[in-house]
């Protein structure tokens, strides 16, 4: 309770503040002993659950073994390569589709065509073009993270406040230097959300890339922990990708709110 | 009004010529400006006031040259404004800092296009935050100003690059009436310090007049010049000349001129 004690000695409303938090975090830890007990409950039951000791001795094993590390390194290693290949080829196609209307005339057919395609489907195609090694499954990753990330890239460009760019060219500033010192910085916080979507994106496009077709990877463990009806495996595997993903929003959505901290309504 | 035979002697430092300025806007064409001329002279502060729609901040953005005019020439020191120049410095009501910047970094940011060294960059950005009196927040973020202070911030920015000229369009029209006074009050200390030509457009005539040597009301459609008025009061100007009968009188003309042309029809905004 030293939080309320320090609230009360502040004025105003300023206390309501972390109290609020704490309130939350009690909640949300609430929620998340009830969740696993729920699930334990559930497999005492008669349910066809792994209890939750199963799972964790399942992962202690796993750990031990090393295939832990390495399916999480083998999903890692191809989610990051996609995605950091994908942010880099939307915001470069975002910001040419935004600076340059013949370049917007010519991208946006195809984007918003491929926009409407799962990159999933583009599967079989992609293994057939390129074999079952690496490249279909980053290239597939690559595509997904890409299309979440280049609209809203293209739309932070052309959202950039006009009275911006006037004030910029008033004070003498070229169109090299207008985008380069006023476009890039304020379409950074659209960039950083279509790189978290696009993160989401390539996140799970991942695991269903590996489930269908890979010798490593937690899609793949998982995969082949179903046909020995490994349930404490597929619950590892399970929480390993939710666990993940989450750490790397956490860490994107950190770093997006460093870089944007000077916007005004946040 | 300003005929070229109402100027003064010396060769004006700005000079619209007949400009026009018609927007395509449907099957009838919208009249911004219906041939507008206007000398001003260097270190002159000259005020344009007048309704919504009566094209004052379309002549403002002309010499800016933030846009063409569809006829007519507005020449700046004899030449022809073709586009935006460092000899003309622009204040904008919404203020328009860059908001990932820093009070400092703003102001440096015309002189680092211009490519001036970092030494003399500190330095000259010093002088002009110290001059709008932003010293305790010149590492400030805009996001943690006033709007007063922001405005302020963009007045240092803008005398930074050293213009002649600084068009202000509705400077203070965003803050409130306490602000505004204070702001007009330090605006024309920090122009007695700073002499430059000033274009400053506003719809508030007692700012108007507080400001100006000469008041420009301007009437819409089609938006034209509607009355020029010289303003004999010396400066300095405080709190006592916004009380006087003579600073009264002349409100008064100035209010008239701009609201005698309430008969036209509103213009649609």
């Given at each position: 309770m030293a939080v309320t004690s320090a609230g009360a000695t502040r004025d105003g409303n300023a206390p309501a503040r972390p109290r609020k938090n704490r309130t939350f975090l009690v909640l949300n830890i609430i929620s998340i002993v009830a969740g696993i007990a729920i699930w334990w409950g559930l497999s005492l039951a008669g349910l066809q659950f792994p209890t939750p000791v199963e799972v964790v001795s399942a992962a202690w094993k796993m750990t031990l073994d090393g295939t832990l590390a390495t399916d999480v390194g083998a999903s890692l290693g191809r989610v990051l390569a996609g995605f950091a290949l994908g942010s880099v080829a939307a915001v470069i196609v975002g910001f040419v589709m935004g600076w340059y209307t013949v370049a917007r005339g010519l991208?946006?057919?195809?984007?918003?065509?491929?926009?409407?395609?799962?990159?999933?489907?583009m599967l079989?195609?992609?293994?057939?073009?390129?074999?079952?090694?690496?490249?279909?499954?980053?290239?597939?990753?690559?595509?997904?993270?890409?299309?979440?990330?280049?609209?809203?890239?293209?739309?932070?460009?052309?959202?950039?406040?006009?009275?911006?760019?006037?004030?910029?060219r008033v004070l003498g500033a070229s169109d090299g230097t207008i985008f380069g010192r006023v476009v890039v910085p304020a379409s950074t916080p659209f960039i950083l959300v279509g790189m978290r979507v696009g993160l989401g994106s390539a996140w799970g496009t991942?695991?269903?890339?590996?489930?269908?077709?890979?010798?490593?990877?937690?899609?793949?463990?998982?995969?082949?922990?179903?046909?020995?009806?490994?349930?404490?495996?597929?619950?590892?595997?399970?929480?390993?990708?939710?666990?993940?993903?989450?750490?790397?929003?956490?860490?994107?959505?950190?770093?997006?709110?460093?870089?944007?901290a000077w916007q005004e309504n946040r | 009004?300003?005929?070229?035979?109402?100027?003064?002697?010396?060769?004006?430092?700005?000079?619209?010529?007949?400009?026009?300025?018609v927007f395509p806007v449907g099957k009838e064409p919208f009249v911004a400006l219906g041939g507008v001329s206007l000398d001003i002279a260097d270190n002159e502060f000259v005020t344009v006031v007048g309704p919504s729609g009566c094209g004052k901040s379309?002549?403002?953005?002309?010499?800016?040259?933030?846009?063409?005019?569809?006829?007519?020439?507005?020449?700046?020191?004899?030449?022809?404004?073709?586009?935006?120049?460092?000899?003309?410095?622009?204040?904008?009501?919404?203020?328009?800092?860059?908001?990932?910047?820093?009070?400092?970094?703003?102001?440096?940011?015309?002189?680092r296009t211009a490519k001036v060294p970092k030494a003399e960059r500190r330095e000259r950005a010093e002088h002009f935050i110290r001059l709008v009196g932003l010293e305790q927040f010149a590492d400030a973020l805009p996001k943690t100003l006033s709007g007063g202070m922001k405005q302020r911030c963009a007045i240092a920015r803008a005398y930074a690059v050293n213009p002649s000229i600084l068009l202000m369009d509705e400077p203070f029209g965003a803050l409130d009436a306490l602000t505004r006074v204070r702001l007009q009050e330090q605006l024309l200390e920090t122009w007695s310090k700073e002499r430059r030509t000033v274009m400053f457009i506003t719809h508030d005539v007692d700012e108007a007049v507080f400001l100006a040597n000469r008041v420009v009301v301007m009437a819409a459609r089609p938006g034209r010049i509607a009355e020029v008025i010289d303003v004999d009061l010396p400066y300095p100007r405080d709190e006592d000349m916004r009380l006087s009968p003579e600073f009264g009188a002349l409100r008064n003309r100035v209010w008239h001129a701009v609201y005698h042309q309430r008969q036209i029809k509103e213009p649609a905004q």
């Open positions: 991208f946006e057919p195809w984007i918003q065509f491929f926009r409407t395609i799962p990159p999933l489907a079989p195609l992609v293994l057939v073009l390129m074999g079952i090694g690496e490249s279909p499954k980053i290239f597939v990753i690559f595509l997904a993270a890409f299309l979440s990330c280049v609209i809203s890239t293209y739309q932070g460009v052309v959202n950039v406040d006009k009275t911006l760019i006037n004030a910029a991942l695991v269903a890339a590996e489930l269908l077709a890979a010798q490593a990877g937690l899609g793949h463990r998982m995969q082949s922990a179903q046909l020995y009806y490994d349930l404490p495996t597929i619950f590892v595997g399970i929480i390993a990708i939710g666990v993940l993903g989450l750490i790397m929003d956490r860490l994107l959505m950190i770093a997006g709110n460093k870089l944007t | 009004m300003s005929t070229p035979e109402s100027t003064r002697e010396i060769a004006p430092k700005i000079s619209v010529r007949d400009v026009q300025k379309t002549l403002l953005n002309i010499l800016a040259g933030l846009e063409q005019p569809t006829g007519g020439t507005a020449l700046v020191d004899g030449k022809p404004v073709t586009g935006p120049g460092p000899e003309r410095g622009v204040i904008f009501q919404q203020y328009a800092l860059f908001p990932w910047l820093t009070v400092r970094e703003n102001v440096e940011f015309g002189m």
